[in-house]
């Protein structure tokens, strides 16, 4: 690598080399001042004055005065090396000590400096010389006796000069101001710059700094000039590698990178700073540093640059903590979803299977039974006298028997196969992989358990049931005609004096049997029937409530009510029926316009003939989907008049399908007992007299006074639509599952799609607040909001459906829908 002097180093020897051209210029014009002419002016007086005293001596003849003055002269002069006084003729007439040797030998390379001859006179005639021997003048020194003196002077001047200005020159330049040397115009474009800027000498020492740094750290710019970077209150900043992969991007102090920059010469960028300020608060810098160098490529410096991250940090920690809040409230979201999934297939009294989830696994485990030629058996359970238990002991007590009877299904049944609620006192077991005989057996064992069931408030109450069994071997054409036969097996039971178990095999030639349990009531149904597949009726009722969740909600509710009614009235197969008339008799909503389905005031007259136009519609797609003459007829005809008011346009009174009285009156009371945008929902008392009072003219007296008993005049929120069901909160939740994955994949387009499917959705379901937070949502998403304050109003939705939830699965578990 190519070595270079620096800048002061180069000042220095420029220097040197001008003063010592100074010297020598003055030595060569003369000016240099010098003590060798002062020497032979000295020893030129000396041999006067010893020629002045030898004329004089000698002119007496006093040669011992002569000798006496040469020894003297000697002696007070060390420069004298000898004294000789000769005759004219080259006689030397005395002189001190080896003077003859001493001249004799320097003679020849003598000079006027050395030796010295002053001629004697005696009167006006030359009488001898007196010789003088000098020793060389100029030898003050050691070194002068090896070097010339002006070398020597000169060289001890270059390095005296070399050394002091060096050390000078260091000293002074930290002592300047660098902004005075920048131009002015320079200064201002460095100050406008947001970024802090600093200019760092080789040894790390601020140069020059712009306005901004300088008001980052809370100083003046005269203020930093001089002192080290690393004095400044900067605190340890570690940056981690983004992927744990990433082994290149390790912990590391991330200050250090001007002082790389200064060692290296390599540029940094992106490296992290940060700075105490005050108030204990840090400020976080993005650094970029890189080297100075001038016109030879030689490093001069550094300059780095501070890009204030603090809000840019700050922002990413909130980003990452939505996000964190995002995935526990979505992770909690999917959790409740699962609870709800599993509580709308449960009855929430006994948590056995609901009546609509046991028939989806019904028609699962019939088709599977008629694949592989496996046994498959059914069998109804009915608790003996239950309604004199709440009669006399009260409904409380009455539940507590149904979840002890649950109870016990369920532990005896085990994983052998599935019990459902089926309707008030009724349960329905379903056996995959058992005959007719084990499942006799198995019922029997069900039988003396629910016997020994013992309350502690009420030791004297005696609990027992009646069971009808019956299985595939017993050839039934379908899901409810197998029902069908364990349920006349159980009402065989019952007429036998309850508290035993019926078998289809033993029982189904008992000719009284059918005309015991079938009433004239029943009569126009014992036609054969068309099956109708349950997945067909859950899709169509899927569809609606996505279309319409409020009437699919109502559906559901005017569907319970029409089994509990239609319990003792009709046998399994056609309350099978009534039950998928119930919960389609309103499918034609799935083609109203929201207009009319959300409007807030009474329908006009155009609306209601878009409604009836819809109902048609819906009869129509009944009869196209499923071929059931017995289900068409108690759609086409629940909303006829019992007296025969339009009698003209089809059958009246008791010629009116019992399914379709049925279906009349339990839609007509939920009705009334929900709220609707443009009237107040009656109470269960008010429904009541409004149906009674209603009777003989619209609905089936006898109905109306059996739906009477069964509802009572309780105030019930059972078939109330207001709040969240759990219905509702599954559906909300299960949309906020998909908002989540469209915010994990960072597609906001998706994210305002889903928030304003999920609106739309929440407000249909009733779920207003949660419609309004979707809206906030949707806005911030289509006018490209910043990404956190979409992460925040996503958090505060996805929270709040959360809370809604539960809300709902606490409700759902307390025994409220």
């Excluded at 400044?232 to 570690?238: F, H, M, N």
């Amino acid at each position: 690598m190519k070595t270079s002097l620096s800048a002061t180093t180069r000042i220095t020897l420029s220097l040197v080399a001008i003063v010592l051209t100074i010297l020598l210029s003055a030595n060569l014009l003369g000016l240099m001042p010098s003590d060798r002419e002062a020497i032979l002016r000295g020893r030129e007086s000396v041999c006067e004055s010893i020629a002045i005293q030898c004329s004089v001596l000698a002119s007496r003849g006093d040669l011992d005065a002569i000798d006496t003055c040469f020894q003297a002269t000697t002696s007070c002069n060390p420069d004298i090396q000898s004294m000789g006084l000769r005759r004219t003729d080259g006689s030397l007439v005395m002189a001190t000590a080896k003077h003859d040797q001493i001249w004799s030998q320097e003679r020849s390379t003598a000079s006027l400096s050395t030796h010295m001859a002053v001629p004697i006179y005696q009167g006006t005639e030359r009488w001898g010389t007196a010789e003088v021997s000098y020793s060389p003048p100029g030898h003050t020194s050691w070194v002068g006796q090896y070097v010339h003196p002006l070398l020597a002077f000169c060289v001890f001047c270059v390095l005296g000069t070399l050394v002091l200005f060096e050390y000078y020159l260091r000293w002074g330049l930290t002592m300047l101001d660098p902004s005075r040397v920048v131009p002015q115009r320079v200064r201002t474009a460095l100050d406008t710059l947001s970024e802090g800027l600093l200019f760092l000498d080789p040894q790390g020492r601020i140069v020059m700094a712009n306005q901004s740094f300088a008001s980052t750290v809370g100083n003046s710019v005269e203020q930093l000039i001089g002192t080290s970077a690393t004095s400044l209150p900067w605190t340890e900043r570690k940056e981690i590698a983004s992927s744990p992969k990433d082994n290149s991007a390790s912990t590391r102090d991330s200050h250090a990178a001007c002082a790389d920059v200064l060692a290296d010469g390599q540029s940094r960028q992106g490296s992290f700073l940060s700075l105490q300020a005050e108030g204990n608060s840090n400020q976080n810098f993005s650094v970029s540093a890189s080297p100075i160098c001038d016109e030879a490529g030689r490093q001069s410096g550094a300059i780095a640059s501070f890009e204030d991250v603090t809000r840019l940090e700050q922002k990413k920690n909130e980003l990452a903590n939505a996000l964190q809040s995002l995935r526990l409230s979505s992770e909690k979201v999917r959790e409740q979803n699962a609870i709800l999934e599993h509580l709308a297939t449960r009855d929430p009294l006994t948590n056995c299977y609901n009546r609509r989830s046991f028939f989806e696994q019904f028609d699962i485990q019939w088709n599977s039974a008629q694949r592989c030629g496996c046994p498959l058996s059914a069998v109804m359970v009915d608790i003996d006298h239950f309604k004199l238990v709440n009669d006399n002991h009260g409904h409380s007590v009455g539940d507590t028997v149904l979840q002890k009877v649950a109870d016990t299904l369920q532990r005896v049944v085990g994983d052998r196969g599935i019990v459902a609620r089926y309707g008030g006192e009724e349960f329905t077991l379903l056996l995959p992989n058992i005959d007719l005989a084990d499942a006799s057996a198995l019922s029997e064992t069900i039988r003396r358990e629910i016997e020994a069931i013992k309350l502690s408030q009420l030791s004297q109450l005696s609990v027992t049931a009646s069971l009808g069994v019956s299985s595939l071997s017993q050839s039934p054409v379908s899901p409810q005609d197998l029902l069908d036969q364990a349920d006349r097996c159980l009402y065989f039971a019952k007429r036998n004096g309850r508290n035993q178990v019926a078998r289809y095999d033993q029982i189904h030639g008992d000719s009284s049997l059918s005309a015991d349990r079938v009433s004239s009531r029943q009569a126009e149904s014992m036609s054969p029937k068309k099956l109708i597949p349950y997945p067909a009726v859950t899709a169509l009722i899927s569809a609606l409530g996505y279309r319409d969740p409020s009437t699919a909600a109502h559906s559901r509710r005017v569907a319970d009510l029409c089994n509990e009614v239609a319990h003792g009235l009709m046998s399994m197969s056609d309350r099978y029926v009534l039950e998928t008339a119930a919960l389609l008799h309103d499918i034609g909503k799935i083609g109203v316009p929201d207009s009319i389905l959300l409007t807030s005031s009474q329908l006009t007259q155009a609306e209601r003939n878009v409604i009836k136009r819809q109902e048609r519609i819906g009869l129509e797609i009944i009869r196209a989907s499923f071929a059931s003459d017995e289900l068409s007829r108690i759609v086409e005809n629940y909303r006829r008049y019992f007296d025969g008011r339009d009698a003209n346009l089809g059958p009246e009174g008791t010629h009116i399908p019992l399914g379709a009285r049925i279906l009349a009156v339990a839609d007509a009371y939920d009705s009334m007992v929900s709220e609707h945008p443009y009237r107040v929902a009656k109470t269960s008392q008010e429904a009541i007299a409004e149906l009674r009072r209603c009777a003989n003219t619209q609905f089936d007296p006898e109905i109306v006074d059996l739906f009477s008993r069964i509802v009572g005049c309780q105030e019930s929120e059972v078939f109330s639509s207001g709040g969240i069901t759990k219905e509702t909160a599954l559906g909300i939740g299960h949309e906020i599952e998909r908002l989540a994955e469209a915010i994990d994949q960072q597609d906001v387009e998706e994210l305002r799609v889903m928030a304003g499917r999920l609106s739309e959705s929440a407000a249909h379901r009733g779920a207003p607040e949660i419609a309004a937070k979707a809206i906030e949502l949707e806005q911030a998403a289509s006018s490209d909001d910043d990404v956190l304050g979409i992460l925040q109003r996503a958090c505060e939705l996805i929270e709040y459906c959360r809370a809604t939830q539960s809300s709902s699965i606490e409700l759902a578990v307390s025994g409220q829908p």
